[in-house]
């Protein structure tokens, strides 16, 4: 699923021209310059007053896809659940990605689902997940995969009932489900994970739908039960900022960036790359010392609606706080 590097600090005469091997800024000095706060004054965002998702359907969600067993790319379970996520999204705009990706290990089919609530404003949220689960007998991926993927959904719900005559009051929504974020080998590194959101990013460069897009958030692994979601060092400080202060007024602050591990690679960091403003809602303590990270243990018993429920709820306000701006 990620791959964490944490920057060590060396207190020697060679500090200045001391280097992250692993986390690496990938941005493009465009990316860097727009990723960048205009200031350092505290931004004063708007009251608003969101929906909240429906948590305990977020959680039968997960339930529902755990159920279809296994579900790594090219499986039959995985074709089923493009099915389950596409019939979910009925009202929505569907630009349907279908492409074969080749890979160390060979080649795969692959498919990004992004679903489209267009907006009364100009410019584009991202919400982001990937759906795929890691190629490991018996994994079922509640927390990868299943967690974020249902979480989406959720929100989908809510997009789509709050519509008026086909569009939403404010900005466009687009709900991107990216296929092959895991790595066919052992792990993340350049040559191999994150298709589906390299794929996405590079298409949306090229075509100007990048040029669109005010913010990205990307939610990977939010059903733990003791949910803590780090502070990433490759996400927008704005929009750390922002996500921040949706979690205020629904008490959920507590949850949010109480403590830093470095530059988490994901699936926002091609969309870094291009210049969008990114944020990496992630929980990397999944169990003591990340025990049941890519394990059978991952399983729908250690997630809780409460968790679904407060990622959603500050997603949402946060969504509803960029349109009143």
């Known amino acids: 699923m990620t791959r964490i590097a944490v920057v060590l600090m060396l207190a020697v005469a060679l500090a200045g021209c001391a280097q992250d091997g692993k986390q690496g800024d990938k941005a493009t000095p465009a990316a860097q310059a727009q990723s960048a706060p205009a200031s350092t004054a505290k931004i004063e965002w708007p009251r608003v007053a969101a929906p909240r998702i429906d948590q305990n359907r977020a959680f039968q969600y997960v339930k529902e896809l755990c159920a279809m067993g296994p579900r790594p790319v090219g499986s039959a379970a995985h074709k089923k659940m493009e099915d389950y996520i596409v019939s979910h999204l009925q009202g929505a705009q569907i630009e349907d990605d279908r492409f074969v990706q080749e890979a160390p290990q060979g080649k795969y089919p692959l498919r990004n689902i992004v679903a489209k609530f267009p907006g009364t404003k100009d410019g584009v949220i991202v919400l982001g997940s990937h759906y795929d689960t890691k190629m490991?007998?018996?994994?079922?991926?509640?927390?990868?995969?299943?967690?974020?993927?249902?979480?989406?959904?959720?929100?989908?719900?809510?997009?789509?009932?709050?519509?008026?005559?086909?569009?939403?009051?404010?900005?466009?929504?687009?709900?991107?489900?990216?296929?092959?974020?895991?790595?066919?080998?052992?792990?993340?590194?350049?040559?191999?994970?994150?298709?589906?959101?390299?794929?996405?990013?590079?298409?949306?460069?090229?075509?100007?739908?990048?040029?669109?897009?005010?913010?990205?958030?990307?939610?990977?692994?939010i059903g733990d039960k003791d949910l803590d979601l780090l502070s990433d060092t490759n996400s927008t400080p704005w929009l750390l900022e922002l996500i921040t202060a949706a979690a205020e007024p629904l008490g959920n602050q507590s949850h949010f960036f109480t403590s830093q591990r470095g530059g988490i690679i994901d699936d926002h960091i091609a969309f870094k790359d291009i210049g969008v403003p990114v944020v990496d809602l992630i929980d990397f303590e999944y169990g003591y010392q990340n025990a049941f990270w890519h394990t059978t243990e991952d399983t729908p018993d250690k997630l809780s609606a409460k968790s679904l429920g407060v990622v959603g709820d500050t997603m949402l306000q946060a969504v509803w706080m960029l349109d009143a701006r």
């Not at 719900?157 to 895991?182: P, T, Y």
Request: glycine share 12%; hydrophobic share 45%; proline share 1%.
């Open 136 to 221: 490991i007998p018996g994994f079922v991926g509640a927390n990868d995969g299943a967690s974020s993927t249902a979480l989406l959904l959720a929100i989908g719900d809510q997009l789509r009932a709050n519509m008026k005559n086909g569009k939403r009051d404010g900005l466009s929504v687009w709900l991107a489900f990216f296929d092959g974020e895991e790595a066919f080998g052992a792990n993340i590194d350049d040559a191999d994970g994150l298709y589906g959101s390299k794929r996405l990013a590079a298409k949306w460069k090229q075509d100007g739908s990048a040029s669109k897009i005010k913010a990205f958030m990307l939610a990977d692994m």
